[in-house]
């Protein structure tokens, strides 16, 4: 096997000329979800120094959801496969590429494919989608030089974070130091390492304003317990309310026997009292002997009695007919309510009365990270899918998380999951319009609820927000798109901030000599609503959290900055050696227009 650090120090200081002369990086992106849509999509807004990169996309011949998928954006060489093969890798010029991206949501398929790869191109960049960590393990052992990722745990935090109505709970150790985001006003100043956002205004969110001091969203340095974990744990202690049995046994009623088989035993129940309030009327009894006769006479019978007055002939033969018509209604009641009861029982709709707690809808990759995490942070959680064996099913019985099973869209089950009292609704199942259901239908069962929708176009989302008043709604694909990204282009990628739709990067990029910020200042760095400086390593010595902005930048410097895509992208044209010259007669790679 070839040596792995060789091949990256060979991509990261040179540049290799492709058999057809055009020295761009070539990627190849197996996947037909929208992660594979914004992956592809970042490749392509991606400059380097021999212009903008070349994307082969490896999907299906048939499309599996009406969702994008990247085989429709512009400048994307598609390749059409069955599946992942050595003969459909060589179609997709995987051998000379400088990466490949394998994004299917099948952990072997993609532990296979990686296994086909290898035997085309053995000295290759490797980025692989996983769930299954113990996969993931396994394949970092076949493949040194490879990235495992998983979507759904870089977007849980964002989650977890909104659905706490807090900042994201997103922290990191770098240099020494263990930073994390929070609000300005929640951290001492001399805490507070950079400016983030400003949040505050009714426009969007505006990153990394040029002045600091305006922005309500800051990084700041941990030196005792998170804010938010504090806040978590107080949570903890108001949701953690006792179990009211006589509330259960109420609901447990109420969910015996269907509505139509309750209202036939209330009507009849009243013909049967005011027939027994007539008799006795009849009869000239008091209240206790006319309870007792039409008990009696109703449920066995009496003996004729032709001397009775007419009246309570009429009466008693009355009230034995419905005697009649009540013993096939209690068989039915029962019969129905111990099925009812079971089915019940076993959809977990029978739950005792919560308040405070977090109801998650689907138990698929990102539901079960969210589940996870908010278990971690003490906080109450009841789970809704439509599947009993969902993939996050066991770790709910685990951890002793109440799953019920049915349609998150009707309002009978949110309402088992008592989301009328609950502090806030994450819906996340993989679909949309069953997403958008539970979301409004939950609204009209708590106009206060917070609701963390996620929903996979991330147009429709922000015109939902907008027209529904949903504060919020995320996209776990547009979130983690950034990391696999950068994974592929070989970057070194510490944490990423999700800010409301927009995402930051905190990587740390080398100086290579030649480059064009090889010799100049520190504040060159900077730019407004692109690019911050965090620290300044120079080669062999700890990084410098308040380095002097007129320091001169020498190669093998490291610099760790937090960034935009954009900014990023331009900040590794700076730092990166030009190409060589293309040999003569090369033609040049035409650049896309603005």
């Known amino acids: 096997m070839a040596d792995p650090l060789r091949d990256r120090a060979r991509r990261a200081t040179g540049w290799r000329l492709r058999m057809n002369g055009d020295a761009r990086p070539h990627y190849v992106v197996c996947g037909s979800d929208p992660l594979a849509y914004w992956v592809v999509r970042s490749l392509l807004a991606t400059e380097t120094p021999a212009g903008q990169v070349r994307v082969t996309l490896v999907v299906p011949e048939r499309r599996r959801s009406d969702g994008p998928d990247g085989r429709d954006l512009d400048g994307v060489q598609v390749i059409t496969a069955a599946r992942l093969d050595e003969a459909t890798f060589r179609r997709a010029g995987l051998a000379g590429a400088d990466g490949l991206a394998l994004l299917h949501q099948d952990d072997v398929g993609n532990m296979h494919a990686a296994l086909c790869a290898q035997e085309v191109e053995p000295r290759l960049r490797l980025v692989v989608r996983m769930f299954n960590t113990s996969l993931a393990n396994g394949v970092r052992q076949l493949f040194p030089d490879s990235a495992v990722l998983s979507d759904a745990s870089m977007a849980a935090p ?57 922005a309500d969203l800051v990084l700041a340095e941990a030196t005792g317990q998170p804010p938010g974990t504090e806040l978590a744990a107080r949570r903890l202690v108001r949701a953690r309310r006792r179990r009211q049995p006589v509330v259960v046994l109420l609901r447990a009623v109420r969910s015996f026997a269907t509505r139509k088989i309750g209202m036939a035993v209330l009507l009849l129940l009243g013909v049967i009292a005011l027939l027994g309030w007539l008799n006795s009327r009849a009869s000239g009894v008091d209240w206790a002997e006319a309870l007792y006769l039409t008990l009696v006479t109703t449920l066995s019978g009496q003996d004729p009695d032709v001397h009775k007055p007419a009246a309570a002939q009429v009466m008693q033969v009355v009230l034995n007919l419905a005697g009649l018509a009540l013993i096939p209604l209690i068989t039915a009641v029962v019969v129905d309510g111990i099925v009812n009861a079971r089915l019940a029982l076993h959809a977990g709709r029978i739950q005792p009365a919560r308040a405070g707690h977090v109801v998650v809808v689907g138990l698929g990759n990102i539901g079960t990270r969210v589940m996870a995490q908010l278990q971690d942070f003490g906080v109450e959680v009841v789970t809704i899918d439509k599947d009993p064996d969902a993939r996050g099913a066991p770790l709910a019985h685990r951890l002793g998380v109440p799953l019920i099973v049915g349609d998150a869209g009707l309002e009978e089950t949110l309402r088992a999951a008592s989301v009328d009292t609950c502090q806030a609704l994450v819906v996340v199942s993989t679909d949309d319009g069953t997403n958008l259901r539970a979301a409004l239908n939950a609204r009209s069962l708590n106009a206060d609820l917070r609701v963390v929708l996620r929903l996979f176009d991330g147009d429709f989302a922000e015109r939902i927000q907008k027209a529904f008043g949903i504060g919020i709604s995320r996209s776990v694909s547009y979130l983690a798109a950034p990391s696999f990204v950068a994974a592929l282009l070989d970057r070194a990628v510490i944490a990423t901030i999700p800010v409301g739709r927009h995402a930051l990067l905190v990587t740390e990029v080398p100086v290579v000599a030649g480059s064009a910020l090889d010799g100049r200042p520190l504040a060159a760095v900077n730019r407004p609503g692109e690019v911050r400086l965090l620290a300044y390593t120079r080669a062999g010595q700890k990084a410098d959290w308040t380095a002097d902005p007129r320091m001169m930048i020498s190669a093998g410097d490291r610099l760790t900055v937090v960034a935009r895509r954009a900014g990023l992208s331009a900040l590794l044209r700076e730092t990166s050696p030009a190409p060589p010259p293309a040999p003569a007669g090369t033609p040049v790679p035409r650049q896309p227009e603005e």
């Open 158 to 214: 964002a989650f977890v974070a909104a659905a706490l109505g807090e900042v994201a709970p997103t922290h990191f150790r770098h240099g020494g130091r263990t930073l994390y985001v929070a609000r300005r006003a929640d951290v001492r100043p001399a805490d507070v390492v950079c400016g983030l956002a400003v949040t505050t205004d009714p426009a969007p969110a505006r990153l990394l304003p040029a002045d600091q001091a305006t």
